[in-house]
């Protein structure tokens, strides 16, 4: 496990896509499924060593945050909280969060942004391991509309020659989803990032910044992995239906972070047992009690 590892999540959005539905609520806290949908990402942070984790969010939702999550001691972690006033792109992300970071390594992740597959955890370990070794590491996986993101081209040896964000005439199927790991060396370089046409602070061209040094590894994520972005009511509603069916198929529940920590062993079984009680009534809680049986 790396000590110094720290972990961001991107709950700012304004979730524009999905209006009136996200209008009540901050949309990272939207369901999908049956939990939100910041639980899944929140997984694989935990689930990958991460114990500090900063949430950056619009200000008027940090005391929604603070009450659903709290400071994260009750699952062994460090929650902290940080606003992004405008929306000024991902890489923004490494502005607003360099005084927690001090000099860390850090993974990320997009709350808007679902994996599924029984290998994914270990994936993501491998993209760990090499940023630790490169510098910087990011996932590449199939998309279908490839100009809606950032692609990524190969050479015949699989070595990235080349970065477009949302291109019109995309040079390959292959994309960057929304969980990007940075060694220390983040903070600093973003400085030198101009906003693009859109006004924003681009996560590719701090990712080009890394190729550019020659300290980009990449992790390609197999037919085995589904990714879903969950930028609109269909995704979501089709994420849903993805997350139910995985479940039930392989007979387990994801985006449990409380299960998570106590299996990196942040919390013990009776803390996890605490935890279960204020979900008593639901499927959630059940499962958790269930689960703890055979501990």
Not at 73 to 93: C, H, M, P
Not at 165 to 173: A, F, G, V
Not at 189 to 216: A, H, W
Request: contains cysteine.
């Amino acid at each position: 496990m790396n000590n110094n590892l720290k972990g961001i999540l991107l709950a700012a959005g304004k979730g524009t896509r999905l209006m009136p539905a996200s209008m009540p609520l901050s949309k990272p806290l939207l369901p999908l499924y049956d939990k939100p949908m910041i639980y899944y990402p929140l997984e694989t942070l935990i689930r990958i060593g991460v114990k500090d984790i900063l949430f950056i969010v619009q200000e008027e939702d940090i005391p929604v945050y603070k009450n659903v999550f709290g400071n994260g001691e009750d699952v062994g972690l460090n929650f902290y909280y940080e606003v992004q006033q405008t929306q000024r792109g991902i890489s923004d992300a490494y502005v607003i969060a360099e005084n927690f970071l001090n000099s860390s390594p850090s993974v990320l992740a997009l709350c808007d942004n679902v994996f599924l597959g029984i290998n994914y955890f270990d994936y993501a370990k491998l993209a760990l391991d090499k940023m630790i070794k490169n510098g910087a590491s990011i996932f590449a996986i199939q998309a279908e509309n490839p100009k809606k993101f950032g692609v990524i081209e190969l050479d015949k040896n699989e070595n990235i020659v080349g970065i477009e964000e949302k291109p019109e005439k995309p040079k390959s199927n292959l994309v960057i989803p929304g969980m990007y790991f940075f060694d220390k060396e983040a903070t600093e370089l973003v400085k030198q990032i101009k906003p693009s046409k859109r006004g924003e602070l681009e996560i590719t061209d701090l990712i080009k910044l890394y190729l550019k040094n020659k300290k980009l590894g990449l992790q390609i994520l197999d037919n085995s992995i589904k990714w879903h972005d969950t930028g609109n009511s269909q995704a979501m509603i089709e994420a849903s239906i993805s997350i139910r069916n995985y479940e039930k198929e392989n007979k387990l529940k994801i985006g449990l972070y409380e299960i998570a920590a106590f299996e990196m062993g942040f919390i013990d079984k009776k803390q996890l047992l605490k935890l279960a009680q204020k979900f008593n009534k639901s499927d959630y809680g059940k499962f958790i009690v269930e689960y703890s049986k055979n501990y």
